[in-house]
């Protein structure tokens, strides 16, 4: 049965034109220090952060600490992380600051806590973790505050299952809600607006779990179980509202599957495969609106360094119509009103979804296909420029396009 449908939006007939997102991954430059698993890496504006982990050494960890430069597509090595040499430890960033904790070192956990000045390449010792010496733990960090959480402090199960936050301004920490679910080692933990996110893991049992944990009300909930089944040592991070985790291992091989889960959906979709291929413990963060995974370990440690992207690139749209795949939206450019037409075959719901030029949602609907036209009233808020459409059956994007507001 086919539904008809009308929105507004215009695509460029004849002149413009856009394409799909790229889903896709880029080598870059692989890291100057030695090939590493279980190392820290967080972002702070246009740089990478990689350092510590297990080098290969005889002592089977490292302090090194590596400065990824997105502009140049270079590495410099920066300032070892003091405390002596460690893997499996924690690193986050916040605001102009990066930070590191706990770990193990030659066999010995750890709960110190360091932070790194950017500017002067330095680091300064802060209060101990307040959660004790543990390893292979998760961290992410929201506004000023940072979280560690969960981990291994014995080597055996049962694992850890907790949550601590760090107030910057006050240098202290506190623990946070009780976690509802199961202790875990090894799991990945990102952050999206004021929600943190902790998913996968180890406990007695590899685990598919994934959790949200909101800051306002110190409270967990439990998500939709990750995509890709059970998973440990795999990496993520976050671009906008999508979450993202990838390779790792389930428990019989190593993998190369990466996964996006949306926070406005609670979705997960799985999306191109790493381009580093299959491995565990390796390492990731973003920069704008680019995630980056790399390092880890196959039989071998591994040092390469692999970016995603996921954008839409679009030229001007100067029409004021257009239909693409028996899609139409008008007028384009708008006033934040417009209407939409699909001619569709499928389910009678969809949802159409509004995304600012870096990739944010900024506004959601949901689209009965058995009405023939549906009016769009975007947000008064919402400033003249640039926005992108994606209009989703089931999970998967059927179009995709760009819209102008013009006030």
């Given amino acids: 049965m086919t539904y008809k449908i009308l929105l507004t939006a215009i695509i460029a007939f004849g002149i413009s034109f856009f394409s799909i997102g790229q889903n896709s991954w880029t080598q870059k430059q692989n890291l100057t220090g030695a090939a590493r698993n279980g190392a820290v890496a967080f972002s702070i504006g246009t740089k990478g952060y990689v350092g510590t982990g297990d080098n290969g050494s005889a002592s089977a960890a490292s302090n090194d600490f590596w400065e990824w430069d997105q502009a140049s597509n270079s590495w410099t090595q920066k300032a070892n992380v003091p405390g002596g040499i460690r893997r499996g430890a924690v690193g986050f960033s916040i605001g102009t600051k990066g930070y590191v904790g706990v770990g193990d070192s030659a066999g010995v956990k750890k709960k110190d806590f360091w932070e790194y000045n950017q500017g002067m390449n330095s680091w300064v010792k802060k209060a101990d973790f307040g959660g004790g010496n543990r390893t292979t733990a998760t961290g992410f960090s929201i506004g000023t505050k940072g979280y560690i959480g969960f981990g291994d402090s014995t080597g055996v199960a049962p694992f850890i299952g907790d949550l601590w936050e760090w107030n910057q301004s006050l240098n202290s920490w506190s623990q946070k809600a009780t976690f509802p679910g199961v202790g875990r080692t090894d799991p990945v933990g990102f952050s999206i607006g004021t929600k943190g996110y902790i998913g996968i893991g180890e406990a007695v049992s590899f685990l598919n779990e994934f959790w949200e944990w909101d800051q306002t009300l110190n409270s967990w909930t439990m998500k939709a179980n990750f995509g890709g089944g059970v998973r440990s040592t795999a990496a993520g991070f ?19 599957d990466f996964w996006e889960w949306n926070q406005a959906t609670n979705i997960w979709t799985v ?48 029409e004021n119509l257009a239909s693409v795949n028996n899609i139409l939206l008008y007028p384009n450019p708008c006033n934040g009103n417009f209407k939409i037409s699909i001619n569709h075959f499928g389910t009678e719901m969809l949802e159409v979804r509004i995304l600012n030029s870096v990739g944010k949602t900024v506004h959601t609907q949901s689209l009965n296909v058995k009405y023939e036209t549906t009016q769009i009233s975007l947000p008064e808020t919402l400033e003249s420029g640039s926005y992108y459409y994606n209009i989703i059956d089931k999970n998967e994007i059927i179009s995709k396009g760009k819209i102008v507001i013009c006030k």
């Fill in 238 to 256: 976050s671009i906008g509202n999508k979450g993202y985790i990838g390779a790792g291992d389930n428990g019989t091989t190593l993998q190369s």
């Fill in 271 to 318: 999306r191109a495969n790493f381009g580093g291929g299959t491995r565990s413990d390796q390492s990731g963060f973003s920069i704008g609106n680019k995630g980056y995974m790399g390092m880890g370990a196959t039989t071998v440690n591994k040092k390469d360094l692999w970016q995603y992207s996921d954008t839409i690139s679009t030229l001007s749209v100067n």
